[in-house]
């Protein structure tokens, strides 16, 4: 057992994604392989202090339709944020050194402050290799703006959108009858649907957009495209191979009057309405076509590790929404079940993604 690799675990963050975040956490430690991998739970809090945590992953889970947080009890790690020093680094007095002391990090943060290339870029300086696509890919996954300049770029279909930057307060009369209503108005770098508003007269985009600055001072206005919602994983393994995962559909019920509009925050991961199929029922032709195209929307920002591809299909084809740099994997994720769908399952998963950081490890390549 002493040769077992060390994995720290990076979980929670400052993001409004925390909650998920500590929920992914769960299933990322119930499934490290405890003949191979000891791990190292490594907590942040929603101000910026890390702490190391519970390896019970049992710790992590919602109650009461109240998702997990970290809390400050643990005991407090060199990482951390000092309050009167904006954004510095500085060592705790008596702190333990964990970092220093892992073979490898799974950081498993959704959002701002994790996910967008910010700890990668901690990482790499530290020269500790991690799961997931580095600085650059998860930079431009997390900003819609950026995802679909990259994908379009590279030929690959994505809907039309309105950047609105602090100091713009609304959408031009001539972008309004581009994009059509409805539209979708959302923070443009967040995820889990959260700050998003479905706009179905104009007269509401107003309080929409105030919604999503809430969240993010730039914001996205994207045109509502007409489709089925799907997704389909990619996952690159440690020889280099990149693979597409059986593509999933999430329905609505047609028969809940009581269901919401669009895949918001609560259907995500509170409430049990939203019904899937894995794999989608879809034609042969169609299926192998999003496949093919989430491998070369993966391949466009640079990924690496893995990456969620979601689409529309629509009439003229498969549209890409956008791309997640490190998916969900709560109970109710895609990500984690297309791949148990496609032959790997959890504990499978998990290895192959630390063996590929392992692989591949960290510095330019």
């Given amino acids: 057992m002493t040769n077992r690799t060390r994995v720290a675990v990076v ?108 700890l990668q870029g901690l990482l790499e300086l530290a020269e500790l290799p991690y799961v997931g696509p580095g600085v650059l890919a998860s930079a431009a996954g997390m900003d819609k703006e950026f995802t679909k300049k990259l994908l379009a770029a590279e030929g690959l279909p994505v809907g039309a959108q309105v950047v609105l930057r602090p100091g713009t307060a609304t959408v031009a009369d001539a972008d309004r009858a581009r994009l059509a209503l409805p539209v979708f108005v959302k923070p443009a770098r967040g995820g889990s649907s959260i700050g998003i508003t479905k706009v179905d007269s104009w007269d509401e985009l107003d309080a929409a957009i105030a919604e999503a600055r809430r969240h993010d001072p730039k914001v996205i206005v994207e045109s509502g495209i007409v489709g089925r919602e799907v997704e389909c994983g990619v996952l690159e393994f440690p020889d280099g191979r990149v693979e597409a995962s059986v593509v999933a559909e999430i329905r609505m019920p047609e028969d809940d009057s009581q269901a919401p509009d669009f895949y918001d925050f609560d259907t995500k991961y509170l409430d049990d309405v939203c019904e899937f199929d894995v794999p989608a029922k879809l034609d042969d032709a169609v299926s192998l076509e999003i496949r093919e195209l989430a491998v070369r929307a993966f391949r466009a920002l640079d990924c690496q590790g893995l990456a969620r591809v979601d689409f529309f299909v629509t009439a003229d084809g498969p549209v890409i929404n956008e791309i997640n740099t490190m998916p969900g994997f709560t109970s109710i994720s895609m990500y984690p079940r297309m791949w148990e769908a496609t032959g790997i399952d959890n504990r499978t998963l998990v290895s192959t993604l630390i063996e590929t950081a392992r692989a591949r490890g960290t510095g330019l390549r």
């Fill in 11 to 118: 979980f929670g963050g400052r993001s409004n994604e925390h909650g998920v975040s500590c929920v992914s956490a769960r299933t990322v430690l119930a499934s490290l392989d405890p003949e191979r991998y000891e791990a190292v739970p490594i907590g942040i809090t929603r101000d910026g202090t890390w702490v190391l945590g519970d390896a019970d992953p049992r710790t992590l889970s919602a109650q009461d339709r109240a998702l997990p947080m970290v809390d400050d009890k643990g005991t407090a790690l060199a990482l951390t944020a000092d309050p009167s020093r904006a954004g510095a680094l500085v060592p705790l007095d008596g702190a333990e050194t964990v970092l220093g002391a892992v073979d490898i990090v799974f950081p498993v943060l959704h959002g701002a402050f994790g996910e967008d290339g910010t």
